[in-house]
Protein backbone atom coordinates (compact mmCIF):
# COMPACT_ATOMS: atom_id res chain seq x y z
CA UNK A 1 0.00 0.00 0.00
CA UNK A 2 2.67 2.54 0.81
CA UNK A 3 4.57 1.86 -2.33
CA UNK A 4 1.18 2.69 -4.46
CA UNK A 5 0.20 5.59 -2.54
CA UNK A 6 4.04 7.11 -3.11
CA UNK A 7 3.56 6.60 -6.74
CA UNK A 8 0.12 7.95 -7.09
CA UNK A 9 0.88 11.13 -5.41
CA UNK A 10 4.12 11.25 -7.17
CA UNK A 11 2.00 10.80 -10.50
CA UNK A 12 -0.41 13.26 -9.67
CA UNK A 13 2.64 15.82 -8.52
CA UNK A 14 4.42 15.97 -11.83
CA UNK A 15 0.45 15.72 -14.07
CA UNK A 16 -0.37 19.00 -11.73
CA UNK A 17 2.83 20.55 -12.53
CA UNK A 18 2.89 20.26 -16.32
CA UNK A 19 -0.67 21.20 -16.17
CA UNK A 20 -0.37 24.41 -14.02
CA UNK A 21 2.98 25.27 -16.08
CA UNK A 22 0.51 25.05 -19.20
CA UNK A 23 -1.97 26.80 -17.87
CA UNK A 24 0.60 29.42 -16.60
CA UNK A 25 2.46 29.32 -20.32
CA UNK A 26 -0.71 30.54 -22.11
CA UNK A 27 -2.08 32.98 -19.60
CA UNK A 28 -1.60 36.81 -19.41
CA UNK A 29 2.36 37.10 -18.87
CA UNK A 30 3.36 38.62 -15.91
CA UNK A 31 6.96 40.73 -15.24
CA UNK A 32 9.12 39.57 -12.29
CA UNK A 33 7.40 36.07 -11.12
CA UNK A 34 8.85 33.49 -9.89
CA UNK A 35 6.44 30.77 -10.68
CA UNK A 36 7.40 30.68 -14.18
CA UNK A 37 6.28 27.56 -16.41
CA UNK A 38 10.12 26.31 -16.73
CA UNK A 39 10.20 26.63 -12.47
CA UNK A 40 6.82 24.69 -12.16
CA UNK A 41 7.83 21.66 -14.26
CA UNK A 42 11.33 21.90 -12.37
CA UNK A 43 9.35 21.87 -8.85
CA UNK A 44 7.40 19.53 -9.50
CA UNK A 45 9.82 16.66 -11.22
CA UNK A 46 12.00 17.37 -7.90
CA UNK A 47 9.29 16.87 -5.58
CA UNK A 48 7.58 14.12 -7.39
CA UNK A 49 11.29 12.27 -7.30
CA UNK A 50 11.36 13.40 -3.89
CA UNK A 51 8.13 10.98 -3.08
CA UNK A 52 9.16 7.87 -4.80
CA UNK A 53 12.35 8.09 -2.60
CA UNK A 54 10.67 7.88 0.27
CA UNK A 55 9.67 4.23 0.34
CA UNK A 56 12.80 3.34 -0.88
CA UNK A 57 14.75 4.61 1.91
CA UNK A 58 12.05 3.89 4.65
CA UNK A 59 12.70 0.26 3.74
CA UNK A 60 16.47 0.32 3.19
CA UNK A 61 16.34 2.31 6.85
CA UNK A 62 13.55 0.42 8.59
CA UNK A 63 15.72 -1.00 11.63
CA UNK A 64 18.17 2.23 12.28
CA UNK A 65 17.47 4.65 14.94
CA UNK A 66 15.36 7.57 13.61
CA UNK A 67 14.38 5.78 10.61
CA UNK A 68 12.06 8.49 9.65
CA UNK A 69 14.19 10.98 9.68
CA UNK A 70 16.85 9.21 7.98
CA UNK A 71 14.55 8.49 4.93
CA UNK A 72 13.65 12.07 4.68
CA UNK A 73 17.09 13.34 4.85
CA UNK A 74 18.62 10.55 2.68
CA UNK A 75 15.67 10.87 0.28
CA UNK A 76 16.48 14.90 -0.28
CA UNK A 77 19.76 14.09 -0.43
CA UNK A 78 19.44 11.42 -3.30
CA UNK A 79 16.84 13.90 -5.57
CA UNK A 80 19.70 16.18 -4.95
CA UNK A 81 22.11 13.98 -6.89
CA UNK A 82 19.42 12.80 -9.58
CA UNK A 83 19.50 16.35 -10.24
CA UNK A 84 23.48 16.80 -10.56
CA UNK A 85 24.15 13.45 -11.89
CA UNK A 86 25.35 12.31 -9.03
CA UNK A 87 22.97 9.45 -7.96
CA UNK A 88 24.01 5.66 -7.97
CA UNK A 89 21.33 4.39 -10.18
CA UNK A 90 21.77 0.45 -8.49
CA UNK A 91 21.35 1.25 -5.34
CA UNK A 92 17.88 2.73 -5.60
CA UNK A 93 17.10 0.61 -8.15
CA UNK A 94 17.75 -2.32 -5.91
CA UNK A 95 15.19 -0.68 -3.28
CA UNK A 96 12.42 -1.12 -5.44
CA UNK A 97 11.20 -4.29 -3.16
CA UNK A 98 7.42 -3.50 -4.19
CA UNK A 99 5.03 -6.79 -3.89
CA UNK A 100 3.36 -6.65 -7.13
CA UNK A 101 5.15 -7.09 -9.90
CA UNK A 102 3.40 -4.21 -12.56
CA UNK A 103 3.92 -2.03 -9.99
CA UNK A 104 7.75 -2.45 -9.31
CA UNK A 105 8.26 -2.21 -13.06
CA UNK A 106 6.29 0.83 -13.50
CA UNK A 107 8.48 2.84 -10.55
CA UNK A 108 11.50 1.27 -12.22
CA UNK A 109 10.63 2.87 -15.42
CA UNK A 110 9.33 6.17 -14.40
CA UNK A 111 12.48 6.95 -12.10
CA UNK A 112 14.79 5.69 -15.29
CA UNK A 113 12.71 8.53 -16.98
CA UNK A 114 14.09 11.04 -14.14
CA UNK A 115 17.41 10.05 -14.39
CA UNK A 116 17.10 11.48 -17.83
CA UNK A 117 15.24 14.46 -17.23
CA UNK A 118 16.38 15.80 -14.06
CA UNK A 119 20.12 16.45 -15.24
CA UNK A 120 18.46 18.33 -18.26
CA UNK A 121 16.15 20.31 -16.39
CA UNK A 122 19.86 21.34 -14.16
CA UNK A 123 21.47 22.26 -17.12
CA UNK A 124 18.82 24.86 -18.80
CA UNK A 125 18.73 26.22 -14.76
CA UNK A 126 22.60 26.45 -14.68
CA UNK A 127 22.64 28.39 -18.03
CA UNK A 128 19.31 30.91 -17.10
CA UNK A 129 21.72 31.50 -13.57
CA UNK A 130 24.83 31.83 -15.80
CA UNK A 131 23.57 34.23 -18.60
CA UNK A 132 22.20 36.55 -15.30
CA UNK A 133 25.30 36.27 -13.69
CA UNK A 134 27.48 37.09 -16.74
CA UNK A 135 25.27 39.86 -18.07
CA UNK A 136 25.90 41.34 -14.70
CA UNK A 137 29.49 40.88 -14.45
CA UNK A 138 29.38 42.60 -18.05
CA UNK A 139 27.09 45.50 -16.39
CA UNK A 140 29.73 45.83 -13.47
CA UNK A 141 32.85 46.06 -15.90
CA UNK A 142 31.04 49.52 -17.30
CA UNK A 143 30.52 50.73 -13.61
CA UNK A 144 31.56 54.29 -14.60
CA UNK A 145 29.38 54.89 -18.39
CA UNK A 146 26.16 56.38 -18.52
CA UNK A 147 23.24 53.50 -18.47
CA UNK A 148 20.23 53.31 -20.45
CA UNK A 149 17.76 50.48 -19.42
CA UNK A 150 14.97 48.95 -20.88
CA UNK A 151 11.93 46.93 -19.21
CA UNK A 152 11.36 44.72 -21.93
CA UNK A 153 12.96 44.07 -25.14
CA UNK A 154 10.79 44.68 -28.06
CA UNK A 155 10.98 46.69 -31.62
CA UNK A 156 10.50 49.85 -30.02
CA UNK A 157 13.35 49.82 -27.25
CA UNK A 158 15.54 48.06 -29.37
CA UNK A 159 15.09 50.63 -31.98
CA UNK A 160 15.68 53.59 -29.73
CA UNK A 161 18.38 51.39 -27.73
CA UNK A 162 20.20 51.60 -30.99
CA UNK A 163 19.66 55.16 -31.84
CA UNK A 164 20.89 55.96 -28.41
CA UNK A 165 24.05 53.52 -29.03
CA UNK A 166 24.93 55.09 -32.29
CA UNK A 167 24.89 58.27 -30.81
CA UNK A 168 26.82 57.63 -27.77
CA UNK A 169 29.30 54.63 -28.37
CA UNK A 170 30.44 54.29 -25.04
CA UNK A 171 26.80 54.34 -23.31
CA UNK A 172 25.61 50.89 -21.93
CA UNK A 173 22.28 49.64 -23.29
CA UNK A 174 20.55 47.01 -20.72
CA UNK A 175 17.53 45.06 -21.60
CA UNK A 176 15.69 42.93 -18.88
CA UNK A 177 13.04 40.78 -18.82
CA UNK A 178 14.12 39.37 -22.20
CA UNK A 179 12.04 36.11 -23.21
CA UNK A 180 14.18 32.86 -24.20
CA UNK A 181 12.14 32.39 -27.74
CA UNK A 182 13.06 36.20 -28.70
CA UNK A 183 16.03 34.48 -30.81
CA UNK A 184 16.03 37.50 -33.72
CA UNK A 185 15.37 40.34 -30.79
CA UNK A 186 18.32 39.33 -28.87
CA UNK A 187 20.82 38.90 -31.62
CA UNK A 188 20.10 42.62 -32.73
CA UNK A 189 20.62 44.01 -29.46
CA UNK A 190 24.35 42.13 -29.24
CA UNK A 191 24.72 43.72 -32.80
CA UNK A 192 24.93 46.69 -30.85
CA UNK A 193 26.61 45.33 -27.77
CA UNK A 194 23.55 45.13 -25.16
CA UNK A 195 23.45 43.56 -21.75
CA UNK A 196 20.61 41.26 -21.47
CA UNK A 197 18.84 40.20 -18.04
CA UNK A 198 16.34 37.35 -18.05
CA UNK A 199 15.57 39.09 -14.68
CA UNK A 200 12.93 41.75 -14.47
CA UNK A 201 14.03 45.49 -14.18
CA UNK A 202 12.88 45.81 -10.33
CA UNK A 203 15.10 42.71 -9.27
CA UNK A 204 18.20 44.34 -10.47
CA UNK A 205 20.13 46.68 -8.56
CA UNK A 206 20.83 49.59 -10.21
CA UNK A 207 21.91 51.84 -7.36
CA UNK A 208 25.67 49.93 -7.95
CA UNK A 209 26.25 52.15 -10.15
CA UNK A 210 28.49 55.08 -10.09
CA UNK A 211 26.49 58.05 -8.92
CA UNK A 212 28.02 61.04 -11.42
CA UNK A 213 27.13 58.40 -14.34
CA UNK A 214 23.69 58.97 -15.66
CA UNK A 215 20.66 56.34 -15.26
CA UNK A 216 17.84 56.61 -17.51
CA UNK A 217 14.92 54.13 -17.18
CA UNK A 218 12.28 53.12 -19.79
CA UNK A 219 9.19 51.68 -18.79
CA UNK A 220 8.34 51.02 -22.27
CA UNK A 221 6.44 47.05 -22.76
CA UNK A 222 3.19 47.05 -25.06
CA UNK A 223 1.33 46.52 -21.59
CA UNK A 224 0.72 50.65 -20.62
CA UNK A 225 -1.15 49.69 -17.15
CA UNK A 226 1.86 47.73 -16.25
CA UNK A 227 4.40 50.60 -17.92
CA UNK A 228 3.08 52.71 -15.40
CA UNK A 229 2.95 50.10 -12.11
CA UNK A 230 6.67 50.07 -13.21
CA UNK A 231 7.61 53.05 -13.26
CA UNK A 232 5.66 53.91 -9.63
CA UNK A 233 8.38 51.10 -7.74
CA UNK A 234 11.30 52.52 -10.36
CA UNK A 235 10.42 55.67 -8.78
CA UNK A 236 10.23 54.74 -5.10
CA UNK A 237 13.42 52.67 -5.57
CA UNK A 238 15.51 55.26 -6.79
CA UNK A 239 14.13 58.75 -5.97
CA UNK A 240 17.27 59.71 -3.20
CA UNK A 241 19.77 59.19 -6.72
CA UNK A 242 20.56 62.10 -8.54
CA UNK A 243 21.27 61.91 -12.39
CA UNK A 244 18.51 59.53 -12.93
CA UNK A 245 15.69 59.97 -15.38
CA UNK A 246 12.57 58.20 -16.21
CA UNK A 247 10.64 57.71 -19.31
CA UNK A 248 7.30 56.19 -19.24
CA UNK A 249 5.31 55.02 -22.09
CA UNK A 250 1.51 55.27 -21.57
CA UNK A 251 -1.14 57.36 -22.93
CA UNK A 252 -3.95 56.38 -20.61
CA UNK A 253 -4.90 58.93 -17.79
CA UNK A 254 -4.95 56.57 -14.84
CA UNK A 255 -1.09 56.72 -15.46
CA UNK A 256 -1.18 60.67 -15.47
CA UNK A 257 -2.84 60.72 -11.59
CA UNK A 258 -0.67 58.25 -10.81
CA UNK A 259 2.60 59.93 -11.70
CA UNK A 260 1.47 63.52 -10.95
CA UNK A 261 1.08 61.90 -7.24
CA UNK A 262 3.86 60.21 -6.94
CA UNK A 263 6.50 61.66 -5.01
CA UNK A 264 9.68 61.98 -7.52
CA UNK A 265 12.63 62.86 -5.50
CA UNK A 266 15.41 63.65 -7.61
CA UNK A 267 14.29 61.96 -10.63
CA UNK A 268 13.00 63.77 -13.72
CA UNK A 269 10.08 61.63 -14.71
CA UNK A 270 8.33 61.72 -18.31
CA UNK A 271 5.05 60.44 -19.50
CA UNK A 272 5.88 59.67 -22.98
CA UNK A 273 1.92 60.01 -25.00
CA UNK A 274 3.28 58.25 -28.07
CA UNK A 275 0.63 59.61 -30.15
CA UNK A 276 0.59 63.00 -28.83
CA UNK A 277 4.44 63.02 -29.09
CA UNK A 278 3.99 61.87 -33.07
CA UNK A 279 1.85 64.94 -33.48
CA UNK A 280 3.82 67.71 -31.63
CA UNK A 281 6.97 66.67 -33.96
CA UNK A 282 4.77 66.71 -36.87
CA UNK A 283 3.64 69.96 -35.96
CA UNK A 284 7.35 71.10 -34.91
CA UNK A 285 9.04 70.13 -37.80
CA UNK A 286 6.50 70.55 -40.51
CA UNK A 287 4.11 72.95 -39.29
CA UNK A 288 5.30 75.98 -41.14
CA UNK A 289 4.17 74.23 -44.35
CA UNK A 290 0.62 74.66 -43.27
CA UNK A 291 0.67 78.49 -43.35
CA UNK A 292 3.13 78.21 -46.68
CA UNK A 293 0.61 76.40 -48.23
CA UNK A 294 -2.42 78.08 -47.43
CA UNK A 295 -4.78 79.23 -50.17
CA UNK A 296 -5.36 83.44 -50.98
CA UNK A 297 -8.73 84.40 -49.65
CA UNK A 298 -10.51 87.37 -51.58
CA UNK A 299 -10.18 89.89 -48.59
CA UNK A 300 -6.34 89.42 -48.79
CA UNK A 301 -5.89 86.36 -46.14
CA UNK A 302 -5.20 82.81 -46.46
CA UNK A 303 -6.90 79.91 -45.54
CA UNK A 304 -5.74 76.68 -43.61
CA UNK A 305 -8.31 73.60 -45.22
CA UNK A 306 -7.47 70.35 -43.37
CA UNK A 307 -9.01 67.16 -44.12
CA UNK A 308 -8.55 64.47 -41.45
CA UNK A 309 -9.59 60.46 -41.86
CA UNK A 310 -10.17 58.71 -39.49
CA UNK A 311 -10.74 60.50 -35.57
CA UNK A 312 -9.09 57.85 -33.76
CA UNK A 313 -6.50 58.44 -31.24
CA UNK A 314 -4.04 59.83 -34.06
CA UNK A 315 -7.13 61.77 -35.69
CA UNK A 316 -8.72 63.24 -32.63
CA UNK A 317 -4.92 64.26 -31.66
CA UNK A 318 -4.42 66.39 -34.68
CA UNK A 319 -7.36 67.57 -34.84
CA UNK A 320 -7.40 69.38 -31.19
CA UNK A 321 -3.82 70.88 -32.23
CA UNK A 322 -4.85 72.18 -35.52
CA UNK A 323 -7.43 73.94 -33.61
CA UNK A 324 -4.90 76.01 -31.94
CA UNK A 325 -1.66 75.61 -33.91
CA UNK A 326 -3.35 77.50 -37.37
CA UNK A 327 -4.46 80.17 -34.99
CA UNK A 328 -2.29 82.98 -36.54
CA UNK A 329 -2.82 86.67 -38.06
CA UNK A 330 -4.13 86.88 -41.40
CA UNK A 331 -5.34 83.22 -41.81
CA UNK A 332 -8.28 80.97 -41.63
CA UNK A 333 -8.24 77.36 -40.04
CA UNK A 334 -11.41 75.04 -41.58
CA UNK A 335 -10.81 71.47 -40.73
CA UNK A 336 -13.11 68.46 -41.95
CA UNK A 337 -12.94 65.22 -40.50
CA UNK A 338 -14.95 62.20 -41.51
CA UNK A 339 -15.19 59.20 -39.36
CA UNK A 340 -17.06 54.91 -39.59
CA UNK A 341 -18.17 55.78 -36.45
CA UNK A 342 -21.93 56.75 -36.31
CA UNK A 343 -21.28 58.66 -32.90
CA UNK A 344 -17.62 60.43 -33.86
CA UNK A 345 -18.99 63.67 -34.02
CA UNK A 346 -20.93 63.06 -30.31
CA UNK A 347 -17.86 62.02 -29.05
CA UNK A 348 -15.46 64.88 -29.98
CA UNK A 349 -18.14 67.10 -28.35
CA UNK A 350 -17.94 65.29 -25.13
CA UNK A 351 -14.28 65.62 -25.16
CA UNK A 352 -14.12 69.15 -26.15
CA UNK A 353 -17.61 70.83 -25.86
CA UNK A 354 -16.56 74.16 -25.80
CA UNK A 355 -14.32 73.92 -28.71
CA UNK A 356 -17.51 72.54 -30.71
CA UNK A 357 -19.91 74.71 -29.39
CA UNK A 358 -22.33 77.18 -31.73
CA UNK A 359 -20.81 79.97 -29.85
CA UNK A 360 -17.25 79.37 -30.83
CA UNK A 361 -16.96 77.04 -33.51
CA UNK A 362 -17.47 78.67 -37.34
CA UNK A 363 -18.02 82.06 -35.83
CA UNK A 364 -15.40 85.26 -36.08
CA UNK A 365 -15.44 87.02 -32.99
CA UNK A 366 -12.93 90.12 -31.96
CA UNK A 367 -9.88 89.30 -30.28
CA UNK A 368 -11.18 85.46 -29.83
CA UNK A 369 -9.93 82.26 -31.50
CA UNK A 370 -11.48 81.61 -34.86
CA UNK A 371 -11.80 78.20 -36.44
CA UNK A 372 -13.90 76.18 -38.60
CA UNK A 373 -14.71 72.38 -37.28
CA UNK A 374 -17.22 70.02 -38.73
CA UNK A 375 -16.93 65.95 -38.15
CA UNK A 376 -18.58 63.66 -40.81
CA UNK A 377 -20.08 60.43 -39.00
CA UNK A 378 -20.73 57.35 -40.19
CA UNK A 379 -18.33 57.73 -43.76
CA UNK A 380 -16.69 54.52 -45.33
CA UNK A 381 -13.55 55.25 -47.06
CA UNK A 382 -14.16 52.89 -49.43
CA UNK A 383 -18.08 54.22 -50.70
CA UNK A 384 -19.23 56.58 -53.44
CA UNK A 385 -21.17 58.81 -50.48
CA UNK A 386 -17.64 59.23 -49.22
CA UNK A 387 -15.90 60.13 -52.47
CA UNK A 388 -18.99 62.91 -53.30
CA UNK A 389 -18.14 64.81 -49.74
CA UNK A 390 -14.31 64.76 -50.73
CA UNK A 391 -15.26 66.12 -54.39
CA UNK A 392 -16.87 69.06 -52.02
CA UNK A 393 -13.26 70.41 -50.75
CA UNK A 394 -11.78 71.53 -53.39
CA UNK A 395 -9.63 73.83 -51.70
CA UNK A 396 -8.05 71.49 -49.36
CA UNK A 397 -4.84 71.96 -48.69
CA UNK A 398 -3.70 69.29 -45.55
CA UNK A 399 -4.78 65.84 -45.51
CA UNK A 400 -4.16 63.66 -42.31
CA UNK A 401 -4.51 60.08 -42.81
CA UNK A 402 -4.97 57.68 -39.49
CA UNK A 403 -7.76 54.58 -39.84
CA UNK A 404 -5.76 52.12 -37.47
CA UNK A 405 -3.99 50.03 -40.31
CA UNK A 406 -0.83 50.67 -42.19
CA UNK A 407 -3.07 48.51 -45.49
CA UNK A 408 -5.96 50.82 -44.96
CA UNK A 409 -3.74 53.96 -44.61
CA UNK A 410 -1.84 53.10 -47.95
CA UNK A 411 -5.24 52.36 -49.70
CA UNK A 412 -7.00 55.30 -48.33
CA UNK A 413 -3.85 57.92 -49.22
CA UNK A 414 -3.68 56.54 -52.32
CA UNK A 415 -7.36 56.95 -53.80
CA UNK A 416 -7.40 60.34 -52.11
CA UNK A 417 -4.48 61.66 -54.25
CA UNK A 418 -6.73 60.30 -57.64
CA UNK A 419 -8.97 61.73 -56.25
CA UNK A 420 -7.88 65.58 -55.57
CA UNK A 421 -6.05 64.67 -59.18
CA UNK A 422 -8.84 64.90 -61.09
CA UNK A 423 -10.26 68.16 -59.01
CA UNK A 424 -6.29 69.71 -60.25
CA UNK A 425 -5.05 70.32 -56.78
CA UNK A 426 -2.37 68.76 -54.81
CA UNK A 427 -2.59 69.16 -51.06
CA UNK A 428 0.00 67.61 -48.96
CA UNK A 429 -1.28 64.10 -47.70
CA UNK A 430 0.61 62.48 -44.63
CA UNK A 431 -0.58 58.66 -43.66
CA UNK A 432 0.45 57.19 -40.53
CA UNK A 433 2.36 53.79 -40.99
CA UNK A 434 4.32 52.01 -38.56
CA UNK A 435 5.94 49.82 -40.65
CA UNK A 436 9.56 50.97 -40.46
CA UNK A 437 10.38 48.75 -43.92
CA UNK A 438 6.65 49.51 -45.50
CA UNK A 439 7.98 53.25 -44.87
CA UNK A 440 10.91 53.06 -46.26
CA UNK A 441 9.66 50.75 -49.19
CA UNK A 442 7.06 53.11 -50.19
CA UNK A 443 9.15 56.27 -50.28
CA UNK A 444 9.12 58.17 -53.92
CA UNK A 445 6.21 55.36 -55.05
CA UNK A 446 4.90 56.81 -58.60
CA UNK A 447 2.47 54.90 -60.58
CA UNK A 448 3.80 52.91 -63.49
CA UNK A 449 4.14 56.14 -65.83
CA UNK A 450 6.20 56.92 -63.01
CA UNK A 451 4.06 60.14 -61.77
CA UNK A 452 4.73 60.15 -58.11
CA UNK A 453 2.13 59.84 -55.79
CA UNK A 454 3.45 62.65 -53.28
CA UNK A 455 2.34 60.74 -49.99
CA UNK A 456 4.92 61.27 -46.72
CA UNK A 457 4.55 58.44 -44.79
CA UNK A 458 4.62 59.16 -40.84
CA UNK A 459 5.22 57.35 -37.31
CA UNK A 460 7.00 54.29 -38.02
CA UNK A 461 9.01 52.81 -35.07
CA UNK A 462 12.43 53.86 -36.22
CA UNK A 463 11.59 57.63 -36.84
CA UNK A 464 9.57 57.57 -33.76
CA UNK A 465 11.72 55.80 -31.42
CA UNK A 466 14.65 57.58 -31.86
CA UNK A 467 16.95 59.83 -28.83
CA UNK A 468 15.86 63.08 -30.32
CA UNK A 469 12.30 62.75 -30.56
CA UNK A 470 12.27 60.56 -26.88
CA UNK A 471 14.50 62.33 -24.97
CA UNK A 472 16.69 65.12 -26.22
CA UNK A 473 14.00 66.69 -28.21
CA UNK A 474 14.80 70.39 -29.36
CA UNK A 475 10.79 70.78 -29.17
CA UNK A 476 11.19 70.22 -25.12
CA UNK A 477 14.12 72.44 -24.58
CA UNK A 478 11.81 74.94 -26.27
CA UNK A 479 9.42 73.90 -24.45
CA UNK A 480 11.06 74.17 -20.81
CA UNK A 481 12.41 77.88 -21.98
CA UNK A 482 9.02 78.70 -22.56
CA UNK A 483 7.79 77.57 -19.48
CA UNK A 484 10.22 79.28 -17.45
CA UNK A 485 8.73 82.66 -18.55
CA UNK A 486 6.03 81.72 -15.77
CA UNK A 487 7.00 78.86 -13.72
CA UNK A 488 9.65 76.93 -12.27
CA UNK A 489 11.66 74.14 -13.81
CA UNK A 490 10.61 71.58 -11.39
CA UNK A 491 7.16 71.97 -12.51
CA UNK A 492 7.47 71.86 -15.55
CA UNK A 493 8.56 67.89 -15.19
CA UNK A 494 6.40 67.14 -12.20
CA UNK A 495 3.28 68.13 -13.89
CA UNK A 496 2.15 67.28 -17.54
CA UNK A 497 -0.68 70.19 -17.46
CA UNK A 498 2.88 72.37 -17.38
CA UNK A 499 4.92 70.53 -19.60
CA UNK A 500 2.12 69.93 -22.61
CA UNK A 501 1.12 73.68 -22.04
CA UNK A 502 4.35 74.60 -22.63
CA UNK A 503 4.63 72.50 -25.43
CA UNK A 504 1.73 74.00 -27.35
CA UNK A 505 3.11 77.49 -26.68
CA UNK A 506 6.80 76.62 -28.06
CA UNK A 507 5.02 74.99 -31.04
CA UNK A 508 3.24 78.03 -31.94
CA UNK A 509 5.92 80.24 -31.59
CA UNK A 510 8.16 78.72 -34.00
CA UNK A 511 5.33 79.00 -36.20
CA UNK A 512 4.81 82.89 -35.34
CA UNK A 513 8.43 83.30 -36.19
CA UNK A 514 7.74 81.12 -39.41
CA UNK A 515 5.12 82.94 -40.40
CA UNK A 516 6.86 86.46 -40.41
CA UNK A 517 5.71 88.24 -37.30
CA UNK A 518 7.97 90.64 -36.72
CA UNK A 519 7.46 90.96 -32.65
CA UNK A 520 7.12 87.48 -31.74
CA UNK A 521 11.26 87.57 -32.27
CA UNK A 522 11.14 90.28 -30.08
CA UNK A 523 12.23 89.97 -26.37
CA UNK A 524 9.41 91.74 -24.03
CA UNK A 525 10.95 94.98 -23.24
CA UNK A 526 11.73 95.88 -26.83
CA UNK A 527 8.06 95.67 -27.95
CA UNK A 528 6.00 98.98 -28.58
CA UNK A 529 2.53 99.06 -26.67
CA UNK A 530 0.88 98.39 -29.63
CA UNK A 531 3.30 95.45 -30.63
CA UNK A 532 2.46 93.91 -27.11
CA UNK A 533 -1.30 94.29 -27.61
CA UNK A 534 -0.54 92.50 -31.15
CA UNK A 535 1.24 89.94 -29.28
CA UNK A 536 -1.13 89.33 -26.55
CA UNK A 537 -4.25 88.70 -28.60
CA UNK A 538 -2.37 86.07 -30.80
CA UNK A 539 -1.14 84.55 -27.59
CA UNK A 540 -4.57 84.26 -25.68
CA UNK A 541 -6.04 83.33 -28.88
CA UNK A 542 -3.91 80.12 -28.89
CA UNK A 543 -4.23 79.69 -25.14
CA UNK A 544 -8.24 79.95 -25.87
CA UNK A 545 -8.43 77.28 -28.21
CA UNK A 546 -5.85 75.03 -26.66
CA UNK A 547 -7.59 75.48 -23.01
CA UNK A 548 -10.91 74.26 -24.98
CA UNK A 549 -9.51 71.36 -27.22
CA UNK A 550 -8.00 69.82 -24.00
CA UNK A 551 -11.77 70.19 -22.59
CA UNK A 552 -11.72 73.13 -20.91
CA UNK A 553 -14.82 75.64 -20.69
CA UNK A 554 -15.39 79.11 -19.03
CA UNK A 555 -16.20 79.03 -14.90
CA UNK A 556 -18.40 81.39 -15.64
CA UNK A 557 -16.85 84.57 -13.66
CA UNK A 558 -13.65 86.11 -14.14
CA UNK A 559 -12.89 85.97 -10.73
CA UNK A 560 -9.96 83.53 -10.61
CA UNK A 561 -11.61 81.56 -7.42
CA UNK A 562 -14.11 80.08 -9.92
CA UNK A 563 -11.24 77.99 -11.47
CA UNK A 564 -11.72 74.49 -11.04
CA UNK A 565 -9.15 72.38 -12.51
CA UNK A 566 -10.94 69.18 -11.81
CA UNK A 567 -13.79 70.51 -13.34
CA UNK A 568 -11.61 71.86 -16.63
CA UNK A 569 -12.73 75.16 -15.66
CA UNK A 570 -11.05 78.17 -15.92
CA UNK A 571 -11.94 81.99 -15.25
CA UNK A 572 -9.92 83.24 -18.24
CA UNK A 573 -11.78 81.62 -21.26
CA UNK A 574 -12.57 84.99 -22.58
CA UNK A 575 -12.03 87.26 -25.00
CA UNK A 576 -8.70 89.59 -24.80
CA UNK A 577 -10.71 92.39 -23.67
CA UNK A 578 -12.39 90.81 -20.84
CA UNK A 579 -9.17 90.08 -19.06
CA UNK A 580 -6.85 91.33 -16.38
CA UNK A 581 -4.52 93.58 -16.66
CA UNK A 582 -2.29 91.35 -15.25
CA UNK A 583 -2.91 89.00 -17.79
CA UNK A 584 -3.03 90.48 -20.54
CA UNK A 585 1.07 91.82 -19.32
CA UNK A 586 1.13 87.88 -19.10
CA UNK A 587 0.10 87.10 -22.37
CA UNK A 588 2.33 89.67 -24.31
CA UNK A 589 5.35 88.59 -22.50
CA UNK A 590 4.58 84.33 -23.25
CA UNK A 591 4.06 85.59 -26.76
CA UNK A 592 7.25 86.53 -27.43
CA UNK A 593 10.57 84.64 -28.25
Known amino acids: ?85 NADREIIMEGITCPQQWLSASYSAYLSVAFLIAPVLTFGFLISFFKNVTAFLNYLLHYFRDVYVFSELN ?54 HHSKAQTVFFTIGKDEAENTDRALKLIRLYKDRSNTRLFVFSSRIDGELLLTKADKGKIKVRRVNEVRSLVNRILYEQGAELFANAREMPNGDKKISALIVGVGRHGTEMLKALSWYCQMNGYHIEINAFDLDEKAEDRFKALAPELMSEKYNGVILPEEAEYTIRIHSGYDVTTKSFADEIAKLSDTTYVFVSLGS ?95 SSVASALHMKARIACGIPAAAKNEEDLTEGEKKIIGVLEHRRWNAYMRSEGYIFSGSSEKSSRNDLAKMHHDLVDYSLLSEEEKRKDSRVGTN
Not at 155 to 169: C, F, Q
Not at 181 to 193: K, P, Q, T, Y
Open 155 to 208: EKSLSLGADIKKNHRKALIVYTDVFENSDELVERAREIRAICFKKDILAINFKL
Open 406 to 500: DTVNIETAVMLRMLFERMKIKPVIQSVVYSTDEKNALNGITNYRGQPYDIEFIGDTRSFYSEAVIMNSQLEADALSRHLKWGKEEEFWQYEYNYN
Open 1 to 85: MEWLLSFAISLLVLIAAIVFAVIVSVGKYKRGRVLTPFNIVFGGVFISVFICLLPIYNGILADTTDSVLKTVIFSLHTTLQVFTI
